[in-house]
């Protein structure tokens, strides 16, 4: 398949301007106190995250980690021990994610490059991750194909998508409130089936479907009175086997 170079071009141009969860901090970018904002945000939104991934795990693995933003992520894998690889499309990203290894007194490499085509050999890294970062991809596939080649036989990759199944969608129709980033080049949302065939290839994969709601600080007025005061904790109170096929996130853990 012919790569779509412009597509892509355009995507890096979008994230090259814009810092996701910016408006959740008034620090200095990138400044120490910008990153720890950033971080306690992140896994505050996100808190079923370090219960579906150790970062404390991989201690010794080398980690390439592809859509690194900031490096918020990679910060954990690299604290606990992996040997860490940020790659970014957006070189605004891979300056930024440098700052913050060096803040938190990381060591890793960093590389500002297409997850479609790596600069790493065949069977040379032990995990690859990409959490959020399919949906945003001018060419997702490419991706698969290219942590399908990079992996060691037996090596494990971790992705996130979108559900478009899910909660937040039928929430963000009813009440007329657009997704974060609606706006970008690509967004791409998928069903679990959908997710399945995307991620094709890998011996064993388990998905996992997460994000529930929790209280907003993006969102203001009426509409988040209601969700954070009303929503939230109804929607919660559901039995979790009921609903959990309806999470905005889907996690995908994939064996080589």
């Given at each position: 398949m012919p790569h779509d170079r412009q597509r892509t071009a355009t995507v890096r141009s979008y994230w090259n301007t814009r810092i996701h969860d910016l408006e959740m901090t008034t620090q200095p970018v990138g400044s120490p106190k910008f990153f720890e904002e950033?971080?306690?945000?992140?896994?505050?939104?996100?808190?079923?995250?370090?219960?579906?991934?150790?970062?404390?795990?991989?201690?010794?693995?080398?980690?390439?980690e592809v859509g690194c933003g900031v490096g918020t992520d990679l910060v954990r894998f690299?604290?606990?021990?992996?040997?860490?690889i940020g790659v970014d499309l957006s070189e605004t990203a891979v300056g930024l994610a440098k700052a913050n290894l060096a803040a938190g007194g990381q060591a890793g490499t960093m590389v500002v490059a297409d997850g479609g085509d790596l600069p790493l050999p065949a069977s040379s890294v032990d995990v690859f991750y990409a959490h959020g970062v399919l949906q945003y991809a001018a060419e997702p596939r490419r991706?698969?194909?290219?942590?399908?080649?990079?992996?060691?036989?037996?090596?494990?990759?971790?992705f996130m998508?979108?559900?478009?199944?899910?909660?937040?969608?039928a929430l963000s129709?009813?009440?007329?409130?657009?997704?974060?980033?609606?706006?970008?080049p690509v967004l791409d949302l998928y069903s679990i089936a959908e997710f399945r065939e995307l991620i094709r290839g890998f011996s064993r994969v388990t998905v996992i479907p997460e994000r529930f709601p929790v209280k907003s600080r993006l969102h203001h007025g009426w509409k988040a009175a209601v969700y954070n005061g009303l929503f939230v904790s109804v929607f919660n109170?559901?039995?979790?086997?009921?609903?959990?096929?309806?999470?905005w996130h889907l996690m995908a853990i994939c064996e080589k």
């Open positions: 950033l971080d306690e945000y992140r896994f505050d939104k996100l808190a079923y995250l370090p219960q579906v991934i150790d970062f404390n795990g991989y201690r010794g693995k080398r980690l390439v690299a604290r606990g021990g992996a040997r860490v991706i698969i194909d290219e942590s399908l080649r990079v992996l060691v036989p037996g090596g494990q990759a971790i998508v979108y559900n478009r199944v899910s909660w937040l969608m129709k009813l009440m007329s409130v657009k997704l974060e980033h609606e706006d970008a109170a559901v039995p979790r086997a009921l609903v959990r096929r309806f999470g």
